[in-house]
């Protein structure tokens, strides 16, 4: 069966500091995909991004970008000159393939707070 | 472009009352779609997720139950409030299965909070 774990419950850092969000998946299927999603406190959840298993290249978007390891099953993401308004819950969760219904697998999140 | 609407946003109810909520997609078709629960400062649970109208599969048994009675149209419900059903309920949509090998991206609705008391 699928997991996902993100270790980091709480991280607290000033702002414009560098961030990096760890997480950590098990799947026994040789194709899935990962993603990221932000729930800012609004609470609605934000898709950040979503990386295929054959596809190991990593992503820059902006300050944000994504580090994808699969000999150590790892997707971890990082923030660079963090910002107050990158204070969030961040979940890294996972897709196998050939699921009927597109259903994740959520880590049990990381709360970021960004200080001024 | 696709939206996805929740209502209400915020509800307060006593134990024992039913429970109505709703979620509808705008701008595709035949979508696969979700509903989630997260309890305070805690993850997200998948409840009930439908693949098509009137196809509705059960994550975890529970006194709620939910319902597709159009195509882009999701609701879940309630006879009887538990204290244990507050939370913040978030629906989710997706584009459907085509390919095997492919699966597609949730999208999720801005949330309606739940307090049962």
């Known amino acids: 069966a699928q997991k996902v774990t993100q270790a980091q419950t709480e991280i607290s850092v000033v702002e414009k500091e560098d961030v990096t969000l760890d997480c950590v998946y098990e799947?026994?299927?040789?194709?899935?995909?990962l993603f990221w999603y932000k729930q800012p406190p609004s609470g609605e959840l934000v898709f950040l991004i979503r990386?295929?298993?054959?596809?190991?290249q990593n992503e820059i978007s902006g300050r944000y970008s994504w580090n994808f390891q699969k000999s150590t099953s790892s997707f971890n993401f990082t923030i660079t000159a963090s910002q107050v308004v990158d204070s969030a819950v961040y979940f890294c969760?996972?897709?196998?393939?050939?699921?009927?219904?597109?259903?994740?697998?959520f880590g049990g999140g990381t709360r970021l707070m960004v200080k001024p | 472009s696709q939206t996805i609407h929740q209502w209400p946003a915020t509800l307060v109810q006593p134990v024992g009352s039913p429970l109505s909520l709703e979620c509808t997609v705008e701008?595709?078709?035949?979508?696969?779609l979700y509903w989630y629960r997260q309890a305070a400062g805690r993850g997200l649970q998948l409840l009930f997720y439908s693949v098509g109208i009137g196809q509705i599969s059960s994550e975890v048994p529970q006194n709620l139950s939910a319902s597709r009675p159009q195509d882009r149209q999701f609701i879940l419900s309630s006879k009887k409030l538990l204290l244990s059903d507050s939370g913040f309920y978030l629906c989710?949509?997706?584009?459907?299965?085509?390919?095997?090998?492919?699966?597609?991206?949730?999208?999720f609705g801005p949330g309606t909070r739940l307090l049962v008391l």
């Open positions: 969760a996972l897709s196998e393939a050939n699921n009927a219904g597109n259903m994740l697998t």
């Open positions: 701008g595709t078709s035949n979508p696969n």
């Open positions: 990386r295929n298993s054959f596809d190991e």
């Open positions: 799947t026994r299927d040789t194709t899935y995909y």
């Open positions: 989710a949509w997706s584009l459907p299965w085509r390919l095997a090998g492919l699966q597609e991206t949730q999208y």
